[in-house]
Structure formats: C-alpha cells, structure tokens
C-alpha cells in the first residue's frame, strides 16, 4: 500500500464519518492488514455498548464465522391462529453476530495500528473542499484529509420516504426456568397479521433453554409511535409465558425498504452503509453485504485506487426487490398471506439464496412459482410514484 499522503496538504489520507458497522468493517480491514494510510474514524457515540444485532443466512463456513456466536438448522414461519410452517436447509443456517463481538474485534485492531484513529463524542459540522482534499469542521476541531468516506444514516425525511419502514423493538431475557423455549429452532416470522398499524409478526431467536432475544416488528407506510411497538413487546412476552425473566439488553430500529435514490452529497464524498444503499431493499439485511463492500474498498485502497461506493444490485434482484415492495406498499394486507406462501411453497434453499443475493435464475423461478400470480400482475401494470432504490451507488 502507499507510503505517501494521497494529497501533500492532507493530515489524514482518510476520514471515515461514522463508526458503526460500515465505518469499523472499513477501519478494522485496513488495521488488520497494516495499512500504511493514515485514517481518522469520527463517532459521535462516547462507548460502545451491545445495542444491536446482526443476522443472516451463510452455510457453516465463511469468512465471518469467528464472529457468529449462534446457529439455528430450522427456522419457523406462520400467519396469527394458524400452524407454524418449519423449515431447514442441508447447506445454510441462520446465524447471529452480536455487535459486542463486532465492535471489539475491530476496536481492538484499530488500537493497535498506530496510524488508525478513532475519535469518540466528535460529530461532524461541515465538510468542505480544501484544495485536491477536504475539511471537516468537528465538535472538537478541524481535520483535513485526502478522501471522505461519509458513513452516518439517513436523515429522518430521507428514512421516512421510503417505500415501506420496518421498524423492530426487543429485548434479551433470561427467565426464571427451563421448559419455554427451543434452543435449535428460530422464529423468523410467526403470529404473521395485519392491523391498523401494518403488517406485525414476531421474531425469537433462542440462544439456549432459558435465554432468548425476543422481538415484535412492523412493515408500514408510515413512522411508528413506539407506543405500538411497547405494547406489541408486552403483549407477546405475556402470551408467551416469557415475562418473568430478567432483562439483559434491549434493542430497537426503523429500517428503510426501497429508499429512493442515495441523499445528495458533495461531489467527491463516497457514501456507505445504510445511507449508502448496503441494506437489501426487500428485507433489511445488510452485515454480509457490508463486509463484502469493505473487502472491495480495501482491495481498491490497497492498489492505490480511490475509495469504493456500495455496488450496485444485479438488474434481476433490483427489479424483484422493486416489484415485491410494490406490491406490500400497495396492500399490507397481503404480506401475511405472501410470506407465508414463500416460505411454505418454494424449496428452502432457494428462499435463502434469494434473501442472501445469491439467487441464481432457477432460484427466482422457484420463488416466483410460490407466490400468487394476481397481485404481482398488478404490481407490474402500477407505476410507483418514485423509483425504488437501489442498492447501491455508481
């Protein structure tokens, strides 16, 4: 990798604006490779604290493995009052990372690269061109640097005009005895129902007899009081047997589907992360879709190239990415019905490839057979109001 600031003037080579999932893949990749390039990471939180979760579907080996500290073989799926539909795949498991692990793991390599900085409790007031490289304007100071790399999540009005928000609230518990929970089995979408406030459905992940991350999630066409989301938590956990148990975290979220077109930024100013269309339009999932974006931008890094945007999607995935977000957008009472179907009508592996970016055309036939014609009919004759995003920038 190059010995020399990438601009004469520049204090840093880089500057990578946040320092969550995107801004450490990023950051811990060049640590752990010994990078030569002189990096600053700004995060406006002061700690790092077990606030979230990571899943997806891989098969028992891969790269990330030494961060996954559960997998479930079966997975459950079910509309409200009718019998759950289990399935399981040979080849893939539903894995989970807990941000705890993240965040060490790449807090630790950052530490011990000596040209790699993270600064805590520092927000970002302006950025602007300062010669070939820019200024950043922080809470604590100014920082010059040859390239930006800009990281944070969207703003409140770009998350809002997304075609759907999926937001989540949960808790992690441990209760009091065994008996209530199946240690080898994820809940993925059960008690699947539509109400006034959306499609609701229930996520478990169970990390043993006694212990469990227990979530309540809505797809809707609006933001959410989290009033909803309190009483929705409340009411399974009391349905469940679940609420005498002894709280060990909480988390919660509001996910964009199918955001528009990335938020502007300045010429120059690469975009990653949320923000910069690393989530999957049709379910949320980001974490492999990151890393495989990190390991491309430090590929390019280390050849002496520029910083890399999220890649976009290939045009088959957009376009049914694009068309099943449609189609909810257009009747959320139709997603219980729709889920349901997917999961029970087309073969296990393919429902995984096709949620993984993995799909092959034999896999989108697969899915495509499992679903009911008529409304993806119609989905094809409407015309959005906007154009779904994308995945991805240029």
């Known amino acids: 990798m190059n010995n020399t600031k990438r601009s004469g003037s520049a204090e840093h080579d880089l500057v990578i604006i946040g320092g969550g999932c995107a ?30 979760s990571w899943c997806f579907f891989a098969p028992p080996r891969h790269r990330h493995e030494q961060l996954v500290s559960h997998r479930w073989s079966r997975w459950l799926v079910g509309r409200e009052n009718r019998a759950l539909i289990e399935r399981q795949s040979r080849r893939f498991s539903y894995q989970y990372v807990r941000s705890v692990d993240f965040y060490q793991t790449h807090l630790a390599a950052i530490e011990r690269h000596p040209l790699i900085d993270l600064h805590r409790s520092t ?11 820019w200024r950043i304007e922080t809470s604590r100071g100014s920082l010059t640097a040859a390239e930006v790399l800009d990281t944070r ?39 699947l129902r539509h109400d006034r406030d959306g499609l609701y459905f229930t996520y478990l992940l169970p990390f043993g007899t006694r212990r469990a991350l227990v979530e309540v999630t809505r797809f809707s066409n609006r933001p959410l009081d989290q009033d909803v989301l309190d009483h929705d938590l409340h009411t399974v956990l009391a349905q469940r047997g679940l ?25 120059g100013i690469v975009r990653a992360g949320m923000a910069g269309g690393a989530l999957r339009p049709s379910s949320g999932y980001a974490f492999l879709r ?17 910083l890399l945007g999220q890649a976009r999607d290939p045009r088959l995935q957009s376009l049914m990415d694009g068309l099943f977000l449609r189609v909810l957008a257009d009747d959320l009472s139709l997603a219980p019905a729709l ?13 995984v490839r096709f949620l993984s970016d ?33 995945a991805g920038s240029s």
């Open 23 to 52: 801004g450490l893949s990023l950051a811990g990749r060049l640590a752990s490779q010994g990078s030569r390039l002189s990096v600053a990471v700004l995060e406006t939180r002061s700690d790092y604290r077990d606030d979230r």
């Open 358 to 390: 993995q799909a092959g055309p034999g896999d989108y036939l697969n899915v495509i057979r499992s679903l009911p014609r008529r409304p993806f009919l119609r989905g094809l004759c409407l015309s959005p109001n906007r154009s779904w995003s994308v």
């Open 243 to 267: 609420d005498r148990h002894r709280q060990i975290r909480r988390e919660a979220g509001c996910l964009p589907m199918g955001l528009p077109d990335a938020e502007a930024s300045q010429p």
């Open 153 to 191: 999540p969207p703003g409140r009005a770009h998350l809002e005009s997304a075609m759907l928000l999926q937001t989540f609230k949960g808790v992690e518990i441990e209760l009091d005895q065994d008996g209530h929970l199946e240690p080898d089995c994820v809940e993925l979408m059960t008690q």
């Open 123 to 133: 927000s970002v007031n302006a950025i602007e061109r300062q010669g070939k490289g």
């Open 290 to 306: 990151i890393q495989a974006w990190a390991a491309r931008c430090l590929q390019r890094l280390q050849s002496g190239g520029p």
């Open 339 to 351: 889920f349901s179907q997917l999961f029970e009508r087309a073969h296990p592996d393919s429902v």
